[in-house]
């Protein structure tokens, strides 16, 4: 079935620095969505892409379907980015919204 | 503007006894919806999904079933909870197939 590998599954950065976390899929997938989930477990939808690029203030993410790939960049990271971040796609063969997650990546931005 | 409520925020439940958890969606018709599951420090894994009122496939078989008794409410229970069935259950909608998922702000299940 439709699986998704998210890397790293930790990452530490300090305050103004920046990262990139990955998502590899290993079938064809309509789109991709890139959620933080805060403290209390809400999902805050970061991005949604079926191709291209997109960028939103620190963030920008590229899903790249013919490879089968997908990149969430953070930069200037600030304190409020902590926390885990999950990629999720939706297969192409898929008859309904079947959103496949990621394992996620907990982030801890440090003074 | 669409609003995703969900209730209750948390429970703390023993097992083997039964278990009712509701989502609702307010400022949009016939949405799709779905449930997902998430263990302590895990990912979601969707369980259920419904396109109409009425209409519940399951995605995932965890002793949980689902029905849609209306058109902007979706209800995810069990007869006998396991421990198994801990974890934090998210509701979540969209317009159709290809489009952006939104998800509420969970529940906390605890099973004792």
């Known amino acids: 079935g439709d699986q998704v590998e998210q890397s790293p599954s930790a990452l530490s950065l300090h305050e103004g620095t920046g990262s990139a976390l990955r998502c590899n899929f290993t079938?064809?997938?309509?789109?991709v969505q890139w959620f933080q989930q805060n403290s209390r477990g809400s999902l805050i939808n970061l991005f949604y892409?079926?191709?291209g690029t997109k960028e939103n203030g620190r963030l920008k993410s590229t899903f790249n379907s013919k490879e089968s790939y997908s990149t969430l960049h953070i930069r200037d990271a600030q304190l409020e980015d902590s926390g885990t971040y999950f990629c999720?796609?939706?297969?192409?063969?898929?008859?309904?919204?079947?959103?496949?997650f990621g394992q996620g990546t907990s982030l801890s931005v440090v003074p | 503007a669409q609003t995703i409520h969900q209730w209750p925020v948390a429970e703390i439940k023993a097992v083997g006894s039964p278990l009712s958890l509701g989502c609702t969606i307010k400022?949009?018709?016939?949405?799709?919806l779905y449930w997902y599951w998430q263990a302590t420090g895990g990912t979601l894994q969707q369980l259920f999904y419904?396109?109409?009122?009425?209409?519940v496939e399951s995605v995932v078989q965890l002793n949980l079933s689902a029905s849609r008794p209306k058109d902007d409410q979706f209800i995810l229970s069990t007869e006998k909870l396991l421990l198994s069935h801990s974890g934090f259950y998210l509701c979540?909608?969209?317009?159709?197939?290809?489009?952006?998922?939104?998800f509420g702000p969970g529940t906390r299940l605890t099973v004792l």
């Open positions: 999720a796609a939706e297969g192409a063969s898929s008859s309904f919204s079947k959103l496949v």
């Open positions: 419904s396109i109409t009122v009425g209409q």
């Open positions: 892409l079926a191709s």
């Open positions: 079938t064809t997938m309509r789109a």
């Open positions: 400022g949009k018709s016939s949405p799709n």
């Open positions: 979540a909608w969209t317009l159709d197939r290809g489009y952006e998922q939104y």
